[in-house]
């Protein structure tokens, strides 16, 4: 089974690039995002103080979370509930860092990670996230991190949640994704590569020309390609 684990910063363009990278390649797909998005949700309904790590971290283990791992449909199933549209509302990505940064939370999320990405049929997975190259599979075929400049980054997350990226809108992104960025650069590395980690910068590429150099690296290091 091959494995593929892209790490990357906030409004790098990894979640959209990897489903379309496990599309094309016909591999499972896993956002480890969405499960801490997810395990917000999961605190907030149990009316936890997100100050207190114990009890957050006693929930998230209990958390009843499905993940599913269709590129095309990747259903994020909460106590039997579909929350795949809630986990993205603003007030979601405002607060999910401090569950990011809870660091027994994240050894649940390790654990669970983990066994995802073992139990995942053939012929692979793609899976991406903050700490994915080094923590959850460093031993994946393939590491990639896939980064790109700040006001890259601001432009496309203000596009994605306003449809324009006027300097106003651009402004208004700044906090949700180079402070979170920051915040969850004290739990995990995911801003530089580590060593072994191939990194794509796309800065200056449109969607299709990060899709097509990532297919690049994969095929690079394990023959594999959309065409086999």
């Not at 095309?72 to 401090?98: C, F, H, M, W, Y």
């Not at 073992?118 to 899976?127: D, E, R, T, Y």
């Not at 060593?195 to 796309?202: A, H, R």
Request: charged letters at 20%; hydrophobic letters at 45%; glycine letters at 6%.
């Amino acid at each position: 089974m091959t494995v593929i684990a892209i790490d990357g910063p906030s409004g790098s363009g990894k979640s959209s690039v990897s489903r379309e990278v496990a599309r094309r390649l016909g591999l499972a797909y896993l956002d480890t995002g969405a499960m801490y998005r997810a395990a917000a949700i999961w605190v907030a309904s149990q009316g936890i103080d997100l100050s207190d790590d114990a009890a957050v971290a006693n929930a998230v283990s209990q958390m009843p979370l499905e993940m599913g791992l269709d590129p095309v449909n990747p259903l994020v199933t909460l106590a039997g509930k579909d929350v795949t549209k809630d986990i993205r509302a603003e007030q979601i990505s405002t607060v999910v860092s401090r569950i990011a940064t809870n660091l027994a939370v994240r050894a649940n999320m390790k654990q669970r990670q983990q066994a995802i990405i073992a139990a995942a049929h053939s012929p692979g997975i793609v899976a991406e996230g903050r700490d994915i190259t080094t923590v959850i599979a460093p031993d994946a075929e393939v590491r990639l991190l896939l980064t790109a400049s700040p006001e890259a980054r601001l432009r496309r997350r203000a596009l994605e949640n306003a449809g324009v990226a006027d300097a106003a809108t651009v402004a208004a992104t700044k906090d949700q994704v180079l402070r979170r960025d920051a915040d969850d650069a004290t739990v995990s590395q995911f801003l530089t590569a580590a060593p072994g980690v191939i990194t794509v910068d796309s800065s200056d590429l449109d969607f299709e020309q990060t899709v097509a150099a990532v297919l690049a690296v994969i095929a690079a290091e394990t023959g594999v390609n959309p065409n086999d």
